[in-house]
């Protein structure tokens, strides 16, 4: 089946530090991208969609400047953590789809946990 | 906007035995996609089943089965035979069918344990 990865699986930060996280689709191409959050116990909340070689469309409440999202490839997604606080620890989440569009399958990377001390 | 409901915030059965997980959503749509997707302590995201709103027979993957019943807007998801490694959380999730990107909206999962 079709793999997704994600790296790194855990980072841990200084609070002000940027922190990069990619996703990339390994054998196939990833028309479209989805990040997600997730709290300790909690679901998985969408943050934003990126489509390559255009601009993330961004959730409602999750800021654009912190969260930068780059889909420059069918094969890679970035999400950038600026200027990282506490409150920014979570779990990230990273799900692609492959073309035809319309076949719906997501397929998840493995996740990144944030720390931010 | 869509929603889905997920009112067992944990559940239990004995291995072997057979348990439902219940989920239940609110969309105007008439066409989408229902999936549940478990999530062990890796965390990866695993999906088990996936059903098309416009097939009334219901999907069965294995062991696992559900229950959709399209005018109650109910996708409930039957675990029969457990096994320990179903132990896990559970997400029920929907998604739009449209022809550019389409987002899944998740359940707040319900936690299954299973015991010995």
């Known amino acids: 089946g079709a793999v997704v990865s994600q790296h790194p699986s855990r980072v841990i930060c200084k609070s002000g530090t940027s922190v990069k996280i990619e996703c990339r689709s390994l054998?196939?191409?990833?028309?479209?991208m989805f990040w997600y959050r997730q709290f300790p116990k909690q679901s998985l909340m969408l943050m934003a969609t990126?489509?390559?070689?255009?601009?993330?469309?961004?959730e409602q409440g999750v800021e654009k400047d912190k969260f930068l999202i780059n889909h420059a490839s069918l094969t890679l997604s970035t999400l950038t953590v600026t200027s990282a606080h506490p409150e920014d620890s979570s779990f990230y989440i990273c799900?692609?789809?492959?073309?035809?569009?319309?076949?719906?399958?997501?397929?998840f990377g493995s996740g990144t946990q944030l720390s931010v001390l | 906007a869509q929603t889905v409901t997920q009112s067992q915030p944990e559940m239990s059965v004995q291995e072997a035995e057979t348990v439902t997980l219940s989920c239940t959503y609110d969309?105007?749509?008439?066409?989408?996609?229902l999936f549940w997707y478990k999530q062990p302590p890796s965390r990866q995201m695993i999906l088990v089943i996936r059903?098309?709103?416009?097939?009334?027979q219901n999907a069965t993957e294995n062991r696992f089965s559900v229950n959709f019943q399209k005018a109650a807007k109910s996708f409930s998801l039957k675990i029969s035979d457990s096994q320990l490694g179903d132990a896990a959380m559970y997400f029920c999730?929907?998604?739009?069918?449209?022809?550019?990107?389409?987002?899944?909206?998740f359940g707040t999962g319900t936690r299954l344990q299973v015991t010995l």
């Open positions: 054998d196939f191409q990833a028309t479209t």
């Open positions: 990126s489509n390559e070689g255009s601009k993330a469309t961004y």
């Open positions: 969309t105007s749509e008439s066409d989408y996609y």
């Open positions: 059903q098309e709103a416009y097939k009334q």
């Open positions: 799900s692609a789809r492959g073309r035809p569009a319309y076949n719906e399958k997501l397929f």
């Open positions: 999730a929907y998604t739009i069918v449209t022809g550019t990107a389409s987002k899944l909206t």
